[in-house]
T-cell receptor
Framework: AQSVTQLDSHVSVSEGTPVLLRCNYS??????LFWYVQHPNKGLQLLLK??????LVKGINGFEAEFKKSETSFHLTKPSAHMSDAAEYFC?????????????FGQGTTLQVKP | DARVTQTPRHKVTEMGQEVTMRCQPI?????VFWYRQTMMQGLELLAY????????DSGMPKDRFSAEMPDATLATLKIQPSEPRDSAVYFC????????????FGPGTRLTVT
């Protein structure tokens, strides 16, 4: 069965410093992987997705993620944090080969950005 | 800019009352999901539809929750009777198909049951 683990429930960085949000996945096949962001009192917005093309995926707002099969990881990074990046981030994996369209969500990482 | 829309955005109701939440998926998307988000449980999948047919509603309390798609542009989630433990944010999401496509989320309905 597919699963995803976000290794940090809370990450705090200073504005202008790099961001690293860690995610490990478990899948018996080549998965589709996503990062979503949720700002307070908002819906979930797609940041980026990996679907077996380039292993380094660029998303919106300067975020990127690298798919590492050997490490079963899909960490999210940004070179320089902005105050507006403060939000909840979810690492997500597609369910499986049954093609249900269902997504498996991680528990989320809260990113705090300090001035 | 195509978006998923949800109504109402906020709903406050008393225990025992019926609540109906509505979702309009992105035009052309054939798969619609209902999620519930709480601080304690996080994001939970309640039910989903493909081509208006329910595929899985195992995440829903069957005795009080029901979900339907009267047509391709409208999905509804109904709670009857509502209970305080139903207080949560309910999200609708839609996608164009299967096989690893991303889901697009609506802004949510924040439900408070007193």
């Amino acid at each position: 069965a597919q699963s995803v683990t976000q290794l940090d429930s809370h990450v705090s960085v200073s504005e202008g410093t790099p961001v690293l949000l860690r995610c490990n996945y478990s899948s018996s096949y080549s998965p589709s992987l996503f990062w979503y962001v949720q700002h307070p009192n908002k819906g979930l917005q797609l940041l980026l997705k990996y679907t077996s093309a380039a292993t380094l995926v660029k998303g919106i707002n300067g975020f990127e993620a690298e798919f590492k099969k050997s490490e079963t990881s899909f960490h999210l990074t940004k070179p320089s944090a902005h105050m507006s990046d403060a939000a909840e981030y979810f690492c997500v994996v597609s369910e499986g080969t049954s093609n249900t369209g269902k997504l498996i969500f991680g528990q989320g990482t809260t990113l705090q950005v300090k001035p | 800019d195509a978006r998923v829309t949800q109504t109402p955005r906020h709903k406050v109701t008393e225990m025992g009352q019926e609540v109906t939440m509505r979702c309009q998926p992105i035009l052309g998307h054939n798969t619609v999901f209902w999620y519930r988000q709480t601080m304690m449980q996080g994001l939970e999948l309640l039910a989903y539809f493909r081509n208006r047919a329910p595929l899985d509603d195992s995440g829903m309390p069957k005795d009080r929750f029901s979900a339907e798609m009267p047509d391709a542009t409208l999905a509804t989630l109904k709670i009857q009777p509502s209970e305080p433990r139903d207080s949560a944010v309910y999200f609708c999401a839609s996608t164009i198909g299967t096989g690893g496509y991303e889901q697009y989320f609506g802004p949510g309905t924040r439900l408070t049951v007193t």
